[in-house]
């Protein structure tokens, strides 16, 4: 569905991603992960089309959308929702929601609203609520329940997690979960939680100043001692077992 060829992304004459190669099947959940200042946030930035690509190319479906606009990404069915949640604070919750279906009919955007209030309870019961009133958890559901109100085939996430009380990262990863079961969504992640993008991940990219150092299946990233020293910071294996 999404492929990068040579890629490389940054601000101005600032590189902040260099060569990289990656593909995300239809389907699939893609973890992105490595240390602070890898060039994650910039690299699913630029798909998105918020940062310029300065060299090779992204793919998807087969079409070149390096310098597409954003606009244009989001309806060939691409969405994000950022780091920090980028919510409007002073709209409700249902205003918020709104926006993010503003390209859909009215007869679409009622019923993704009612599907991202199925999946995200606790938005039903604060549809008049400032968005800025939600605690970070809720805000988080309804940066992704906006981002799905564009009827995404990819979904790009930035840092779940952060932040998060882990009752309320379990929560977001259930409605993954469900929604890739259901739906057959394909997702992107960054995740500073690299041990919860793992097991939910089928593939797994790991960046190291601006270029991929590893990348392989998941299961493999959850299995090998060595890789999760080296690369993802985990610690031994009998740790991760036990968190």
């Known amino acids: 569905m999404l492929r990068l060829e040579s890629f490389s992304c940054g601000y101005g004459p600032f590189r902040a991603v260099s060569g990289l190669d990656l593909e995300v099947s239809e389907g699939s959940v893609c973890a992105l992960v490595g240390a ?3 060039g994650k946030t910039s690299t699913i930035l630029s798909i ?13 479906e087969g079409q070149d959308i390096s310098h597409l606009p954003a606009r244009a990404r989001v309806g060939l069915g691409i969405a994000l929702a950022p780091e920090g949640r ?5 709209l409700t919750v249902e205003e918020n929601l709104t926006i993010g279906g ?5 007869a679409k955007e009622r019923g993704n ?5 199925s999946l995200f309870g606790r938005l039903g019961e604060r549809l008049r609520q400032p968005a800025g009133s939600l605690s970070g958890g809720e805000q988080q559901m309804l940066a992704i329940g906006r981002a799905l109100m564009a009827e995404p085939r990819l979904l790009i996430i930035d840092e ?3 932040g998060l009380m882990p009752k309320m990262v379990d929560l977001c990863y259930a409605a993954l979960s469900k929604l890739r079961s ?3 969504l394909t997702l992107l992640l960054v995740e500073q939680s690299t041990q919860r993008a793992l097991e939910l991940a089928d593939h797994v990219c790991v960046l190291e100043s601006g270029r991929s150092v590893w990348q392989g299946p998941a299961e493999e990233a959850r299995h090998d001692p060595a890789l ?3 690369y993802l910071g985990l610690g031994r294996p009998a740790e991760v077992a036990g968190t």
């Not at 503003?102 to 009215?106: D, F, K, N, V």
């Open 36 to 38: 602070n200042g890898a």
């Open 48 to 60: 998105a089309g918020h940062v310029a690509v300065q060299g090779g190319t992204i793919s998807f």
């Open 86 to 90: 980028r919510l409007f604070p002073d």
């Open 102 to 106: 503003y390209s859909l009919s009215r």
């Open 113 to 117: 609203k009612e599907r991202v209030l």
């Open 160 to 162: 779940l997690s952060l």
């Open 182 to 184: 259901e739906t057959g």
């Open 228 to 230: 999760i020293e080296s």
